[in-house]
């Protein structure tokens, strides 16, 4: 795990980028000052490749589960397992099992903003592809 600037990072990207910021009444309850001292203390943790490649299986073909483990982390573990922190998802959730595409669909965020990339057909979790749900911001 490292800690980069964002405006860095995205220069840097060769990439479509995607924003999904928090909706309103989420970030009037999210607890974040749990929620960044998680992901500071995770700094130099490995990349775990064997749990994603797992909950990669567990999603497509609907085998294997996954053990709740943050001695390494990959990439949408350590983003719901962050979530968790701030108390926005529910505990409930297994971090160590979930997926991009799960990350997206928590129904926690205010639209989606495309930062950076070609424009794609970008299909929302909700099953809509509406351009007013789908911003822009060049």
């Given at each position: 795990?490292?800690?980069?600037?964002?405006?860095?990072?995205?220069?840097?990207?060769?990439?479509?980028?995607?924003?999904?910021?928090?909706?309103?009444?989420?970030?009037?309850?999210?607890?974040?000052?749990?929620?960044?001292?998680?992901?500071?203390?995770?700094?130099g943790?490995?990349?775990?490749?064997?749990?994603?490649?797992?909950?990669?299986?567990?999603?497509?073909?609907?085998?294997?589960?996954?053990?709740?483990?943050?001695?390494?982390?990959?990439?949408?573990?350590?983003?719901?397992?962050?979530?968790?922190?701030?108390?926005?998802?529910?505990?409930?959730?297994?971090?160590?099992?979930?997926?991009?595409?799960?990350?997206?669909?928590?129904?926690?965020y205010?639209?989606?903003?495309?930062?950076?990339?070609?424009?794609?057909?970008?299909?929302?979790?909700?099953?809509?592809?509406?351009?007013?749900?789908?911003?822009?911001?060049?």
């Amino acid at each position: 795990v490292s800690v980069n600037l964002m405006r860095e990072r995205v220069e840097e990207y060769h990439g479509a980028i995607w924003w999904l910021p928090l909706d309103r009444n989420v970030r009037k309850n999210f607890k974040f000052k749990p929620f960044w001292q998680f992901l500071m203390d995770q700094k130099g943790k490995h990349y775990d490749i064997e749990q994603a490649l797992l909950a990669g299986l567990k999603h497509w073909v609907g085998i294997g589960d996954n053990e709740e483990d943050f001695n390494s982390f990959y990439c949408s573990e350590i983003v719901v397992a962050g979530l968790k922190m701030g108390e926005v998802i529910s505990q409930t959730i297994n971090a160590s099992e979930t997926t991009p595409i799960d990350v997206c669909s928590f129904g926690i965020y205010d639209g989606v903003h495309q930062l950076k990339g070609e424009p794609l057909g970008l299909m929302l979790p909700d099953g809509n592809d509406r351009d007013d749900r789908i911003r822009k911001n060049h």
